[in-house]
């Protein structure tokens, strides 16, 4: 298929699980060049294997002069950014009473602050183009809270809100940018390999859909709502969740 032809997407947190099956799906998609940035290198040749139009690049989303080195790169080769994914994300639970001023710095530095720097450098190229496509990674525990998860929490609901002043923002002057929201529920990745399988089961049996979600899942909505067919959507929170409601 080639529903991205001609497009260059960027995905952070795109070496490993929900920002790897996005990679994959853009590649499959016919993108024109997909870049998986990442602080690991370790899976970009896997990655990159057999795949001419995917390069891992290593970037850190809190990082703001490697952010715009990236960027400026990317514009001296191909001109512009069409697609940017905002998957990067990190944990660091604890009960509120136990949650330390670092636990909460690193989560809010990486999933709140890393999506705001990430857009900041790369909205400006779509607004100067007059189109582009922006997808930030949120999450059920963004909408509904979770115990345990006062950062993380925190962080998604903030993304969810960004995004819809982002579809405002970014929509003046006659500027075809599209800015929407995933919000997953529990997806089998490295992220919740150290939740306890009597933590997800139940989670599992108030799933109508009766499991978890497969990054592939999730990859596939965010493709979507990156995608032309989804041309008059904007400020939208997408759940990808089996029908969870924590
Ligand atoms: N797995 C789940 O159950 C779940 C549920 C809801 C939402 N999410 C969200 O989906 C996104 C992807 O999660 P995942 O489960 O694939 O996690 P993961 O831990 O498997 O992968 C995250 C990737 O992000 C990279 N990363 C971390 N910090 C970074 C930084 N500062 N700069 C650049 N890259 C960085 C990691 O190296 C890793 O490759 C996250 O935003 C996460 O919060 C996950």
Redesign the pocket.
């Known amino acids: 298929m080639d529903r991205m032809k001609g497009k260059i997407c960027v995905v952070?947190?795109?070496?490993?699980?929900?920002?790897r099956a996005i990679v994959d799906k853009f590649a499959e998609e016919g993108a024109a060049m997909v870049f998986a940035?990442?602080?690991?290198n370790s899976?970009f040749p896997e990655l990159e294997a057999g795949k001419s139009n995917v390069r891992g690049a290593v970037?850190?989303?809190?990082d703001t002069a490697g952010i715009q080195a990236f960027v400026d790169k990317v514009v001296a080769e191909f001109g512009r950014i069409d697609v940017l994914v905002n998957?990067?994300?990190?944990?660091k639970d604890g009960l509120i009473q136990k949650m330390s001023d670092d636990d909460w710095a690193a989560v809010i530095q990486?999933?709140l602050t890393?999506v705001f720097k990430m857009t900041r450098a790369v909205a400006p190229l779509m607004m100067a183009s007059g189109s582009g496509a922006i997808v930030s990674?949120?999450?059920?525990?963004g909408l509904d809270g979770n115990i345990g998860q006062s950062n993380?929490a925190a962080t998604?609901g903030g993304v969810v809100a960004m995004t819809k002043g982002w579809a405002k923002e970014f929509a003046r002057k006659g500027a075809k940018i599209r800015v929407n929201s995933v919000?997953?529920?529990?997806?089998?990745?490295?992220?919740?390999e150290t939740v306890p399988e009597k933590v997800l089961e139940p989670i599992i049996a108030k799933t109508p859909l009766g499991r978890l979600?497969m990054?592939a899942d999730?990859a596939n909505a965010v493709f979507f709502l990156c995608s032309d067919e989804a041309v008059f959507i904007t400020g939208q929170v997408l759940r990808v969740d089996g029908g969870l409601v924590l």
């Open positions: 952070t947190g795109g070496a490993r699980g929900i920002g940035l990442d602080v690991n899976a970037v850190n989303v809190t998957n990067a994300g990190i944990t990486v999933n890393g990674i949120s999450s059920v525990v993380y998604k919000s997953p529920g529990y997806c089998r990745t490295t992220m919740i979600a990054p999730i």
